[in-house]
C-alpha cells in the first residue's frame, strides 16, 4: 500500500526535539525524510540521557524513526555545495536552529529560493517575531512564555511546568501541519513559501481557554468553576486551577484504594451534568438527585469541594479500575491516573501501533511511541533511527556523486 507523503523528500536540518517530532511525522506518512547532521557529532540528543553505553539515547532513537542520516559540514564550502545539491532535489527544508543560524550558513531565504523556488522552508523559532525573536528557547521556557505555567499547579503554590511537550512536541505538531498545508497551496501556485511555528504561539494555542477564561474573569471578577470559588479570591489573572476541569464539566482528582502506597492510585472524575443523577445513585447519595442544593449544574458549583469529598469516599472503596469499570457502565466521564508503567505494558496500545517495540542494531530492543495519527490508507510501519551518516553514501550517489567524488569530500572533511 502507498503512503500518503510518497514522493515529497524533506531536507531535515533538525535537532533535539521540536523540529524532529515533526519530521518523524511527516516520515510516518511516507516522505523520505533526510536528517543532515553535523559530520562526527550528529544532532546533540545521540548521546544526551544515554543509558546503553555507545548507542544512540532513547531521546534520539524515539525521536528519529524512519528516517536517513547523512552527514555534512555545511560551513565547508564543499559541504555547502552538496547541500545546495540537497536543496535542489528536496520539496522542503526544515529546521530549528538558534535564530539566523541558517542565514550565517549562507542559506538564506532568498538564495534557497534561488536554488529552488518550490522549496517550502519551515522553522520551529522560540519567538515570533518581536522583542524576543533572537533568543534561544527549550521546552519549559516555551511553556513559561506561552501561558501554561502561570496557569498549571495548585493557587497556594509556584507555577509548574507539565510532563506533556507542549512547547517542543507540540510546536513540532504544529509545524507539521503547516507544512502540509504548504505542500498543498504549491500544488496551485507552484511557488514554496515559509512556515513559521514559534514555540510560544503554539503553547499558547493550547492554552486558549486560559486566554478565554482571563477575559471571563475581566468581565465578571469570579470564574464559578474554578476551585477559588466561592471561599478563595481571584487576582487579576487566570490562577492556577489544580485539577479542575477546563470546561463547564467540574472534575478533579480522586483517591482510590492503594493511594497511601501507591502515587498513581488516583482518577479523574467529571461530574457531568447529564448523568447527576446516576452519579447519585452510584457513590449512594440519591437524595442528592432532586435536593435543590445538588440538583442542578449551578446550585453545585459553589459545594463542589464537598461534593468530590464524597464521592472519594466513594472511589476510595475501589481501585482506579474498578471504579472505571463501574462508572462506564453508568456513562460517567472517568479516567484512571495511569503511570508510564502501566502505559507501556498496555496490550491495547500495543495493538494499535500506538506503542511499539522497535529492535535496533546497537541498542537492541526497545519501546517507542508511534503515530498517534492513523490514516486508513497510509498505515505507519515504524522504523528504527538511522545510525550517524548511515546514508551518506546512499544520498550521495542519488545526487549524483560518484564514488571518487564521494570519497574526495570525505578526504576533504566535507561529509
Ligand atoms: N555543519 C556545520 N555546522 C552546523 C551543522 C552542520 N551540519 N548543523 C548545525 N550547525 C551549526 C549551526 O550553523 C550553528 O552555528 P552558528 O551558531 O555558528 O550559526 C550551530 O551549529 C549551532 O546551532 P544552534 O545555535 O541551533 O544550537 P544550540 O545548541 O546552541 O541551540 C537550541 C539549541 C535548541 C536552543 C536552538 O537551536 C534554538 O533555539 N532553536 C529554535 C527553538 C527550538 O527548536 N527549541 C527547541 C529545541 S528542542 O528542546
Same mark, same amino acid.
Given at each position: ?10 531536507? %531535515? ?13 511527516? @516520515?510516518?506518512?511516507?516522505?523520505d ?31 528519529n ?12 564550502p ?10 535542489q532535489?528536496c ?28 522549496m ?11 522583542p524576543?525573536?533572537?533568543c ?12 501554561? @505555567? ?36 504549491r ?25 478565554? %477564561? ?32 477546563g ?7 480522586l483517591?482510590c ?40 449544574? %449551578? ?41 508510564m ?19 535496533h ?6 519501546l ?24 551518506? %553514501? ?18 576533504a572533511?566535507?561529509?
Open positions: 500500500m502507498g503512503k500518503a507523503l510518497d514522493g515529497v523528500r524533506i531536507l %531535515d536540518f533538525t535537532h533535539v526535539q521540536s523540529g524532529p517530532t515533526c519530521t518523524q511525522l511527516l @516520515a510516518w506518512f511516507g516522505a525524510v533526510i536528517k543532515v547532521e553535523r559530520a562526527g557529532a550528529g544532532d546533540i540528543t545521540r548521546e544526551q540521557l544515554r543509558d546503553v553505553p555507545g548507542a544512540d539515547s532513547l531521546y534520539f532513537t524515539m525521536l524513526h524512519n528516517k536517513r542520516s547523512v552527514t555534512i559540514d555545511t560551513k565547508n564543499e559541504g555547502k555545495l552538496v547541500l545546495e545539491a540537497l536543496i532535489k520539496d522542503v527544508l526544515v529546521e530549528n536552529f538558534a535564530p539566523g543560524a541558517l542565514d550565517r550558513m549562507g542559506f538564506t531565504w532568498e538564495r534557497i529560493q534561488e536554488l529552488n523556488p518550490r517550502i522552508v519551515a522553522s520551529v523559532k522560540g519567538f515570533g517575531p518581536g524576543y525573536e533572537d534561544k528557547v527549550y521546552e519549559n521556557v516555551a511553556q513559561c512564555v506561552g501561558g501554561a @505555567a502561570s496557569t498549571t499547579g495548585f493557587d497556594d503554590g509556584p507555577p509548574v511546568v507539565t510532563g506533556a511537550q507542549i512547547g517542543d512536541s507540540g510546536t513540532g505538531l504544529h509545524l507539521a501541519l503547516g507544512i502540509v498545508t504548504a505542500l498543498y497551496q500544488t496551485m501556485t507552484g511557488r514554496g513559501q515559509k512556515v513559521l511555528a514559534a514555540m510560544q504561539d503554539g503553547v499558547l494555542n493550547l492554552c486558549r481557554v486560559k486566554l478565554r %477564561d482571563q477575559q471571563r474573569l475581566e468581565r465578571t471578577g469570579v470564574m464559578k468553576e474554578y476551585p477559588q470559588y466561592p471561599n478563595g479570591t481571584f487576582g487579576e489573572a487566570v490562577p492556577r486551577a489544580g485539577n479542575a476541569s470546561g463547564g464539566q467540574p472534575g478533579w482528582i483517591k484504594k492503594g493511594w497511601e502506597h501507591d502515587p498513581n492510585a488516583y482518577i479523574y472524575f467529571i461530574t457531568q451534568a447529564p448523568v447527576w443523577v446516576k452519579i447519585c445513585n452510584v457513590i449512594g447519595r440519591e437524595e442528592w438527585a432532586t435536593h435543590p442544593d445538588y440538583a442542578t449544574p %449551578d446550585a453545585r458549583l459553589p459545594r463542589l469541594k464537598d461534593i468530590f469529598a464524597e464521592v472519594e469516599r466513594w472511589t476510595m472503596t475501589k481501585t482506579k479500575f474498578e471504579a472505571m469499570e463501574i462508572l462506564n457502565e453508568h456513562d460517567i466521564p472517568c479516567g484512571p491516573i495511569l503511570s508503567k502501566e502505559i507501556a505494558e498496555d496490550e491495547s496500545l500495543r495493538k494499535t501501533g500506538t506503542v511499539v517495540e522497535v529492535d542494531p546497537v541498542r537492541g530492543k526497545y517507542t511511541v508511534g503515530n498517534p495519527i492513523k490514516l486508513s490508507d497510509s498505515p505507519t510501519d515504524v522504523k528504527r533511527s538511522p545510525l550517524l551518516g548511515e546514508h551518506t %553514501d546512499e544520498v550521495m550517489a542519488e545526487l549524483g556523486y560518484s564514488r571518487e567524488q564521494i570519497d574526495a569530500l570525505r578526504t572533511g566535507a561529509i
